[in-house]
């Protein structure tokens, strides 16, 4: 078992006897899969990263909408139509309106 390990250690089933290729190809075949299961994890860490932007982008225009909408409330309140129109020179009449009634001619 010693000599097993020391053989291991040293890299003798790499260089000599009739399995060497095989175990280059196995070594290759491993080293390719690690490189292929670390892109992938960079690529979701990545995906990750986006689509935290995106939710945060999402907040903030959901907040300018909000704010948005505030300030279209505010400006369709009878008050502040009478302020601007008052800047303009109109004014609320100060007589009632009332109702034309035309009577026709039968």
Do not use: C
Not at 21 to 28: G, Q, R, T, V
Not at 48 to 58: D, R
Not at 81 to 93: H, K, T, V
């Amino acid at each position: 078992m010693r000599k097993g390990i020391l053989d291991i250690l040293k890299g003798k089933f790499l260089v000599g006897g009739e399995t060497a290729p095989k175990n280059w190809i196995f070594i290759i075949f491993t080293s390719f899969l690690a490189a292929v299961m670390i892109a992938s994890s960079h690529s979701a860490d990545s995906k990750v990263h986006e689509i935290a932007a995106l939710n945060e982008e999402v907040k903030e225009l959901r907040s300018e909408f909000i704010d948005g909408q505030t300030d279209v409330q505010k400006l369709k309140l009878e008050s502040e139509i009478l302020r601007n129109l008052g800047e303009g020179g109109l004014y609320p009449s100060e007589n009632p309106p009332f109702k034309i009634r035309v009577k026709s001619a039968e």
